[in-house]
């Protein structure tokens, strides 16, 4: 590959997410962009991307410089190791592949160069890469923007790219390194001049505040069907479902060092503009029958605040319900086996 200047960047999961970040890093001028792509690869590979950005504006059969319809596998193809990956899949712990193993293609275990950006709700996504890539720099990337992929190929961007960057901390790399990769990555992300990305110390913070949001308005939509402005409307989605479900986030915060403030809630409640009806990543997950990402957006949190010994009645119901979602999607994709229907029949 000829020496441009521009950092090489992966893009892992072109879907919301990952194709405004592609987009945002090519117009930028200062990478180049592999996506890698999985049920959209036809579409996007032969067509490019359909995009209505209320940052870009609208695009008819973008595509980034290169598009892949599987991890590169950089050993085996002797590709030189990218700067940076970027991981903007869903993160589900419990269904495989394993984000490690992922990853692992372009990304291996002993890894130096590569530095990792997890732009990814939840908390504690880390932890599994820290274990299995133990020298490669993490980056935590907080989104908020909104963005939804409405048909394979088609992205529809109508809240803000706003992006938190800071550094997970690595025992085994200097913070310094770390800091200084995350304010590289700020910088390229940052050239296109088109969004808000900034550059965070508090990566905790950042996560913490976010889950007031995530681990509660998007399971509660999820399983209600509703969107954030219907859950407003209906009698008792507010003060009997979110409201609670939020104080007790603010508590376990609180109990791990993170001091929100009691007015985050109010806040997270009426972010969203009411008539925009916005549909959480979660709810449309659901829609769509794909897996949800209930471990990482309220699992940890949930097992992180009772070990902490705050009580959290709400949050616990919600997420057994979510369980129970995720375990109706394995079933329709034949993903467990059930005993099969007795009749009863004449005895
Ligand atoms: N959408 C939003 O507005 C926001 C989302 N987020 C967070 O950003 C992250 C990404 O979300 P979002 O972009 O909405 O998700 P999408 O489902 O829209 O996109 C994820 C993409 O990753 C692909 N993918 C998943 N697994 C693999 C794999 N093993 N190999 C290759 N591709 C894969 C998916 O392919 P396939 O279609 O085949 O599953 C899909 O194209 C999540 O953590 C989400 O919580 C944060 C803020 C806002
Ligand atoms: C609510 C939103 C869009 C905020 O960025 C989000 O994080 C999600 O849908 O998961």
Redesign the pocket.
Known sequence: MADTGKKNVLV????????IAALNLEIGGLATVTV?????FKAVSEAGYSIESCDHGTFQGWKPSHVRN??PDITRETLPPYDYVVL????IPDIP?TISS?ISPALPTENTHTTLVL????LNIEKPILQSHPHTPVISG????????TD?GTII?D?KDRLFIGAFRNPHIPFDLESSKAREFVKIYSAGGKTDCAYSENVLYDRWRKLVY?ACL?PICAITGLDTGRIRLAGGGIEGLVRPAMKEIVEAAAKKGVLLGEEVVGFMIEVDPLEIYLA???L??VR?G?FI?FE??LGEPLREGKAAGVPMPTLEVLYNICKTIQWRTKEARGLVEIPPKRNLGTQ
């Open positions: 892992i999961g072109g879907g919301a997410v990952g194709a890698v792509l999985r049920s959209n599987k991890v903007t899949t869903k993160n592949p992922l732009i990814q709700n939840g907080v989104s908020l923007i909104g963005s939804a992929e394979p961007q809240d995530n998007n959480p990543s979660m449309a997950d769509k794909n990402e990482n957006l």
